[in-house]
């Protein structure tokens, strides 16, 4: 398995609907994953970090599966700035220093 | 604040020419990273430093040297740049991972723009 692996998108949504988007991971010994938010041209950001079994923030929700070592990241009632690249992140190496982004999936949300 | 701040933005070296891309952060972040971004490939890690005094490699360190200059600071530097370091190049920070081991939330810079031809 990859160490960091997303689906390859890209996802065409209408306004208003709900997506999801999954991302497996390969180093079982991770503690705390992230979802970044990458506009085009523009540095990655963090959207939320997930440390348990899960997160929500507003129309944002992640959730963690360790046993079968994946992340979900769901988004409510998609807005047309929530078109983005998103970046599925996983700690690997020693001491947590270093991060393993996935390749990301792109979500573009149309009127 | 400004956060994480990158010099110069963009960038265009001929094949063999050196240069160093500065990087700093106004966060009192104990550690800090330099990463490549190519179409497809995704955000590679090339050296970390985990705090001041301190520098490793990371996934892709081949041609290029950093220095932590300061706890602030952070420098990389390409000696004899080949059109394969054309990229898109990030600086980021993050406090140390925490007691438990789990990881910190880096923060990045606006990234800087590098073309060699």
């Known amino acids: 398995r990859k160490e960091v692996e997303q689906d390859p998108g890209p996802f065409n949504v209408p306004e208003g609907a709900t997506v999801a988007f999954n991302c497996t991971y390969s180093?079982?010994?991770?503690?705390?994953f992230f979802w970044y938010r990458q506009d085009c041209r523009k540095e990655p950001k963090l959207l939320m970090s997930?440390?348990?079994s899960g997160n929500e923030d507003g129309r944002f929700t992640a959730q963690l599966n360790r046993a079968s070592q994946y992340i979900s990241l769901l988004i409510r009632d998609s807005k047309l700035s929530d078109s983005a690249t998103y970046l599925c992140?996983?700690?690997?190496?020693?001491?947590?220093?270093?991060?393993?982004f996935g390749k990301g999936t792109k979500l573009s949300v149309i009127p | 604040n400004a956060g994480v701040t990158q010099t110069p933005k963009f960038q265009v070296l001929k094949t063999g020419q050196s240069m160093t891309l500065q990087c700093a952060q106004d966060?009192?972040?104990?550690?800090m990273y330099w990463y490549r971004q190519d179409p497809g490939m995704g955000l590679r890690l090339i050296y970390y430093?985990?705090?001041?005094?301190?520098?490793d490699k990371g996934e892709v360190p081949n041609g290029y040297n950093v220095s932590r200059l300061n706890k602030r600071e952070f420098s990389l530097r390409l000696e004899s740049a080949a059109p394969s370091q054309t990229s898109v190049y990030f600086c980021?920070?993050?406090?140390?991972?925490?007691?438990?081991?789990?990881?910190?939330?880096?923060?990045f810079g606006p990234g800087t723009r590098l073309t060699v031809l």
């Open positions: 180093n079982s010994a991770s503690q705390s």
């Open positions: 997930v440390y348990s």
């Open positions: 992140v996983v700690p690997s190496g020693a001491g947590s220093y270093q991060l393993t």
């Open positions: 966060m009192n972040h104990n550690s």
């Open positions: 430093s985990a705090s001041e005094g301190t520098t």
């Open positions: 980021a920070s993050s406090e140390a991972p925490t007691s438990g081991g789990a990881a910190d939330t880096q923060y």
